[in-house]
């Protein structure tokens, strides 16, 4: 199982300086493999793949090889996933621009996986032979602000810089047995009809309508397609233009909007109810989910899912309260009761009908029970008590936000 922690980061000047450097050339890097990209778009209308693009351009590339290579090949596996995206919703729409630089100024979070190491209370982070002797330095060894205990095994890093300050989420794999069982566990399925779906371990559920952000994209849309229309009437060569990156832009500032008052929303009726482990379907690596490519194929993009688990994860340790993730296998095909898989299980009106048992449960609660009995099947604990969950409240964002 993982768990993230948080920490805060007191690096010296002189380690805040290379820092800066290390974020500053992930941005670099990413530009680069976009530019690459794009120019090979254009010439031949296909884009490379991930490996012949490492293998064939980026390996000796300035800028990839200062980074550490898992680092520097974490931001090109970011704008692959990114690519993907792209072609998925040129199928549907042609006019979907591919991915977007990223700005010059902006500092991209570095992941480590193998290139770093906690001693001594300190994290120490690796560099690139080419950085070593560019720099003169073997290695960063940086000050937690507060050092957290863990009977975890560090396995995964990520620097950000977030407004102004230095943070490291280090994520943990953390043996089942080693985690002290909490009474109070609340388990959250995200999805589109619902934005989000959770359910405790007393038996409260509530569900997070989804309505909101649909009708931001549905609003969005329309005004976006006719901008559009209009502009291949008077320009037909032109398929984009910076009306268009506007209510791009606004659209996804309100879909962001609309998933942090969820999240808060959220977090605000765990604390409510004392809940002290809040678990979720393990979604960090996209790449690797097949579950997801379901999903995916709907209106949402993937990103709206991963940036409202992060939200979720980020408040939740902020308060205190313990985020772990779950494999989410099957947690959508399951029936909750009995525990049927059914391959080609379809959800009509966002409910869950199983044949066996005839369970008739809201969709997205039959997912979020499952991830509270796979989170209590690594203590053995029989789930008797979240057999019945009542009627969940639905919950409607009642702020408006302004268009
Ligand atoms: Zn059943």
Redesign the pocket.
Same mark, same amino acid.
């Given at each position: 199982m993982k768990q993230t922690i948080i920490y805060k980061l007191n690096p010296t000047i002189e380690q805040e300086k290379h820092l800066h450097n290390l974020t500053s050339i992930a941005t670099k890097l990413y530009n680069t493999d976009n530019y690459i990209r794009r120019a090979t778009w254009k010439k031949c209308g296909k884009i490379p793949s991930w490996y012949s693009q490492k293998k064939k351009v980026l390996k000796d590339n300035h800028w990839y090889k200062l980074l550490p290579s898992q680092t520097a090949q974490e931001v090109t596996h970011n704008l692959q996933g990114a690519y993907n995206s792209w072609f998925k919703l040129r199928k549907k729409d042609e006019k979907a621009r591919p991915p977007r630089f990223r700005k010059k100024e902006m500092l991209s979070p570095i992941s480590f996986y193998q290139q770093f190491k906690i001693i001594d209370d300190k994290l120490k982070l690796s560099m690139s032979l080419k950085y070593r002797k560019e720099h003169n330095i073997k290695s960063l060894e940086l000050n937690f602000n507060e050092w957290k205990k863990t009977s975890g095994i560090p396995k995964f890093c990520q620097i950000i810089f977030d407004k102004g300050k230095w943070f490291a989420h280090i994520v943990y794999e953390v043996e089942e047995t080693n985690i002290k069982l909490n009474r109070n566990i609340m388990a959250i399925d995200v999805g589109v009809i619902n934005t989000a779906a959770t359910v405790d371990n007393s038996g409260n559920s509530k569900i997070y309508s989804g309505k909101q952000i649909l009708s931001i994209q549905h609003y969005f849309n329309s005004r976006i397609a006719r901008v559009q229309s209009k502009l291949t009437k008077q320009y037909p060569k032109r398929k984009w233009s910076k009306t268009l990156q506007r209510l791009t832009d606004k659209k996804n500032r309100q879909i962001k909007q609309s998933l942090h008052t969820i999240s808060k929303g959220i977090i605000t009726q765990a604390k409510k109810s004392n809940i002290k482990t809040i678990v979720a379907g393990d979604i960090t690596d996209i790449r690797k989910d097949n579950n997801f490519g379901k999903r995916n194929n709907q209106k949402l993009h993937s990103w709206s899912f991963s940036k409202l688990i992060q939200q979720i994860e980020y408040k939740s340790i902020l308060s205190g309260i313990r985020f772990v993730r779950v494999s989410e296998m099957n947690t959508s095909k399951t029936? %909750?009761? *009995?525990?049927?898989i059914r391959k080609n299980s379809r959800v009509k009106r966002g409910l869950y009908r199983?044949?066996? *048992? %005839?369970?008739l449960i809201n969709a997205d609660i039959n997912g979020a029970k499952n991830i509270l009995k796979k989170y209590l099947q690594f203590f053995s604990i029989e789930d008797g008590s979240i057999g019945n969950v009542a009627m969940p409240l639905v919950s409607r964002i009642e702020n408006v936000i302004p268009r």
């Open positions: 029936c %909750s009761i *009995c525990g049927i199983c044949k066996i *048992c %005839s369970n």
